[in-house]
């Protein structure tokens, strides 16, 4: 079993979505995939093997393998055992996006952002190092740019997950189905999003409650 894919995205927010300085975005995707199945001793074990491989337009190809083996260890009983990876490249919009809202401005993951933005000399911290800052400033009185943590703004890559899975399906005396089964998952880089912020001073971090020249 064979098969291919191709997807082509064409972005036109005209800047009031996604960045797009030089005008619309072409966005390119492919795909292929490969299956092979064997029945051996007498269909006693079934082998299935798989892989797919993935190229999108900012990101390097990436390989997934799928294997799968059914053991038939009685009449109509059965014992299931496969292991698999997946992963997922973050959409265009985790991307592109460059919206202004009225709180906040959400910004995509490539490092075309940290250029646009300035990072790193006008570095923005994480919300929650932020709320530290100002708690302790105004709670206990001290100012301690200390608490401050920059954000990191690599680079995002693909999602990815490898996933275990043992199982059993068997009838018993045609009266009883039984199907149970146990899977466990790693995921690696999962793909989220993080809230920051950033002033004109480290002062001004305390704003609105506190004004500085």
């Known amino acids: 079993l064979v098969g291919a894919d191709y997807r082509s ?7 009031t979505i996604f960045y797009e300085p030089d005008g619309p975005i ?3 995707e492919y795909g292929a995939y490969a299956q092979l199945q064997k029945q051996l001793f007498n269909d006693i074990l079934k082998l299935t ?3 797919r491989y993935d190229k999108s337009e900012n990101f390097k190809g990436r390989f997934t393998p799928r294997v799968t083996a059914t053991i038939k260890v009685a009449k109509d009983n059965n014992i299931r055992l496969s292991y ?3 992963y997922r490249f973050p959409n265009n919009q985790d991307q592109y996006i460059n919206l202004f809202t009225p709180g906040s401005i959400l910004i995509g993951c ?5 250029t646009l933005y300035q990072f790193e000399t006008k570095p923005a911290y994480t919300a929650q190092s932020i709320s530290d800052f100002r708690n302790a400033y105004f709670g206990l009185g001290e100012f301690n740019p200390d608490t401050l943590v920059k954000a990191n703004f690599g680079k ?3 999602e990815t997950m490898s996933s275990y899975e043992i199982g059993y399906r068997g009838v018993i005396n045609n009266k009883l189905l039984i199907d ?3 899977y466990f998952s790693k995921y690696k880089d999962f793909i989220g ?9 480290i002062q001004h971090l305390l704003n609105p409650f506190l004004t500085t020249n």
Request: net charge positive; charged share 15%; no cysteine.
């Open 180 to 182: 149970v089964y146990y």
């Open 84 to 86: 698999q990876q997946a």
């Open 193 to 201: 999003r993080e809230a920051v912020g950033r002033a004109d001073s």
């Open 156 to 158: 995002a890559k693909p």
């Open 110 to 114: 490539l490092p075309v952002f940290n």
């Open 9 to 15: 995205y064409h972005l036109n927010s005209k800047n």
């Open 49 to 51: 093997a798989a892989g």
């Open 26 to 28: 072409n966005i390119g």
